[in-house]
């Protein structure tokens, strides 16, 4: 199945057109922040202003006697320069009042008091008059120039909200402004540093995916130190290694390719040569009958070698397809197969308990099986009488972190020689003529699974303790 080349992102879904929108959100959000006391002052500021012009007007009145001698052009000027419809100037308990000279009365009338200036009280006051529908009137109060004086203003709201939606849209416009120019400043920045070193190394990980036994696409590490620096040392160690291990695969496949065939041609003639031998198995000739058998296991174990080179070299990493496996069942048809069950000589328990269940593949995980209690049997069996009362049990421990299956047997042990290579290929066989696959491919297939096989040196015999996490474990 060809797999899907995977190419640069585009120009609205790469990393630069995600890092501009990130710095500018954030800007515009300070903005936001800086904006709310900001408005909250100016309308604070607007008010102050008119309430000095309604403190000019208090100090008329408490510098005429008769509020209703003043020369209604005078009054109508002061209020008409502080776009008031009337102020009311109250000292000790009494009040004089200047309005127009045709009064107004307001519908709607809403209440800003300047002496109350905390923030919250004055931002909630902005945003009031700045959504409040159109025709309010707005009462504003604050302290005269003198001790135990106060001043109103009677005035209508829509000049204040005009300035406030004019502010607004000032400090929008200002603020969009500065976070293009602060995200196009800071992006040119993070492109120099980030931006066009990440891109590289993505650009260099895509030519290398395509054609990684290309020596010229290895990358080629700048004099960084920082993290980017590492990450294109790592990388060209990386795909150094990935170069080398890639020409030792094709030069070991080439070589394998022709040992498989050398082999294939060995066996036919070990084959032909096993055929003759049995012919001649039947001589009476003494000396016949006594070289014949040595004849025929040589043979046979030359034969059983190369097969065992040939499966080794056809085996193929699958993943286990996990599914419901009940284990006592699973060992007693291993053991079957590794004819251990009814052994006319060796004793065979299986102690595993009947309701465990794991969730594995219970085609390789009874190949692993299969593999231990069929060295078990051989090891028996090469030992003869030498043993006393042979026999193989399989049991389970459970605990916290998983399931731990053991395969033990009381014959004579390994030799020092075969624990040293325990499971590498063609290296970790036990007994004579052996390959030492099994126990590697056992490995191999138990490591899979997210397990671990390994060698317990008991004090009488040999014993393999498989291993599976609990995550596997579905009933006991």
């Not at 995977?6 to 936001?32: C, D, H, N």
């Not at 001043?151 to 402004?177: A, F, G, K, N, T």
């Not at 290694?241 to 003639?269: E, P």
Request: no cysteine; proline share 6%.
């Amino acid at each position: 199945m060809p797999t899907k080349r995977r190419v640069l992102p585009s120009l609205f879904s790469g990393l630069s057109i995600k890092l501009i929108a990130t710095i500018s959100a954030v800007i515009l959000l300070v903005e936001v922040v800086v904006y709310l006391p900001s408005l909250a002052s100016y309308r604070a500021n607007w008010l102050d202003d008119r309430l000095r012009v309604g403190v000019v007007g208090a100090r008329v009145l408490d510098a005429v006697p008769d509020v209703m001698a003043l020369p209604r052009n005078l009054t109508d000027r002061l209020l008409t320069s502080a776009g008031a419809y009337a102020i009311v100037y109250r000292r000790e308990g009494q009040s004089q009042l200047i309005e127009l000279a045709d009064p107004v009365t307001p519908e709607e009338v809403v209440t800003a008091d300047m002496r109350n200036r905390d923030m919250p009280t004055l931002i909630l006051g902005a945003f009031d008059t700045l959504f409040a529908a159109p025709g309010r009137t707005l009462r504003i109060v604050g302290p005269g120039d003198l001790d135990q004086t106060m001043v109103e203003l009677l005035m209508p709201e829509r000049p204040l909200r005009e300035d406030l939606v004019r502010y607004s849209v000032q400090i929008v416009l200002v603020s969009l402004v500065l976070a293009i120019l602060t995200a196009l400043a800071l992006y040119l920045l993070a492109s120099v540093l980030l931006i066009q070193p990440v891109r590289r190394l993505t650009q260099n990980m895509l030519a290398f995916r395509r054609a990684p036994e290309n020596a010229s696409l290895i990358i080629t590490p700048s004099q960084r130190r920082d993290e980017i620096g590492i990450a294109e040392r790592e990388l060209a160690a990386m795909e150094t290694d990935i170069f080398s291990l890639l020409r030792q695969r094709r030069h070991l496949a080439d070589l394998g390719l022709a040992v498989a065939k050398i082999n294939h041609d060995l066996r036919n003639t070990l084959t032909s040569a096993q055929l003759l031998s049995d012919q001649v198995a039947t001589l009476d000739d003494p000396n016949v009958q006594r070289l014949a058998p040595r004849l025929v296991t040589t043979l046979d174990r030359a034969i059983g070698f190369a097969q065992s080179v040939l499966d080794y070299g056809r085996e193929t990493a699958v993943p286990p397809e996990l599914a419901p496996v009940l284990l006592r069942g699973l060992v007693e048809e291993a053991a079957f197969d590794a004819r251990l069950s009814g052994h006319p000589a060796i004793a065979f328990t299986n102690a595993v308990p009947g309701g465990l269940v794991l969730n594995i593949d219970a085609v390789q995980m009874g190949r692993v099986l299969l593999n231990l209690l069929k060295n078990a049997r051989e090891a028996l069996e090469s030992a003869g009488a030498k043993v006393t009362d042979p026999k193989v049990t399989v049991t389970v421990e459970q605990t916290p972190l998983g399931v731990t299956i053991a395969v033990a047997d009381n014959g004579p042990g390994l030799p020092p020689r075969a624990r040293d290579n325990l499971f590498v290929a063609f290296e970790g066989s036990a007994r004579s003529g052996g390959t030492g696959l099994g126990l590697a491919i056992a490995r191999e297939l138990t490591q899979a699974h997210g397990g671990r096989l390994s060698f317990v040196d008991p004090p009488v015999g040999t014993q393999f303790d498989l291993f599976l996490p609990a995550s596997l474990l579905l009933k006991t």
